[in-house]
């Protein structure tokens, strides 16, 4: 916006963003690190945490066959910026350019600078570049739609988290009450798609293990997760 030269991009990209319709998404969480005290602090009930390892091959297979993304979040500002600054040069570069090069712009006296400004805007805006235009933007905005998802605050960063993104999904619609308003969401039906989805489960700090290991093992076993094994966490937690 501050370079004179290409202000007719910069200012065509803060009306892109400003006009851009947000795709309708829902996204379904999972963590690198299965036993860590911070999960089994902030998503558990005490004394009651399970933690399901899902297989990743069986994740991905299902998110292809449904249209469904499987990517790791970014927490990093630095890795944010980075890729932001990459979808801005492919719209640039997709993007109609002035017809007069920075070498000639800059010897443009005062008038001859604005009338390029005003030329290019309008050539970018209502003229000839507009097609052209209107597809680098859209395409900067549908990848922007694609990447935010992904987007965390470094504060969460412990986490590791993964997650399954559905843009537009066309399956039905499901609500659920949230502590002020409802919930959308839409159901994975993962363990249909896979009896080989769970690899282990590992039962939480929890007063009484042993029967919580016995009783989840049997009910793998009672609906043919023949596969999966089930462990205690090793974390010396009590919050009993």
């Not at 990209?13 to 400003?18: Q, T």
């Not at 090069?101 to 570049?129: A, I, P, W």
């Not at 308003?181 to 896979?194: A, D, V, W």
Request: charged share 30%.
């Amino acid at each position: 916006m501050d370079d004179d030269y290409l202000s007719p991009f910069g200012f065509s990209i803060r009306k892109a963003l400003d006009e851009m319709k947000h795709n309708d998404v829902y996204v379904s969480s999972f963590s690198e690190k299965p036993d860590l005290l911070s999960q089994w602090r902030g998503y558990c009930p005490p004394g009651r945490g399970i933690c399901i390892g899902f297989s990743r091959d069986v994740l991905e297979e299902y998110c292809r066959e449904n249209n469904f993304d499987l990517k790791k979040c970014v927490y990093s500002e630095a890795e944010q910026n980075s890729e932001m600054k990459k979808l801005i040069r492919k719209c640039q570069a997709e993007f109609p350019m002035p017809t007069a090069s920075r070498t000639e712009y800059d010897k443009f006296e005062s008038n001859d600078r604005v009338k390029h400004e005003l030329d290019y805007r309008q050539y970018v805006m209502n003229g000839e570049g507009k097609i052209l235009a209107d597809s680098a933007l859209r395409n900067l905005c549908d990848s922007i739609n694609k990447l935010a998802p992904l987007f965390k605050d470094n504060g969460f960063h412990e986490e590791s988290e993964w997650r399954i993104i559905a843009e537009n999904p066309t399956c039905k619609i499901n609500f659920r009450a949230g502590s002020s308003h409802l919930i959308p969401y839409i159901t994975l039906p993962i363990l249909q798609f896979s009896k080989d989805a769970i690899r282990e489960v590992i039962v939480g700090p929890n007063p009484s293990k042993q029967n919580c290991v016995s009783s989840v093992s049997m009910l793998l076993e009672s609906n043919g997760f023949k596969n999966a094994k089930v462990k205690q966490s090793k974390i010396p937690f009590k919050s009993w």
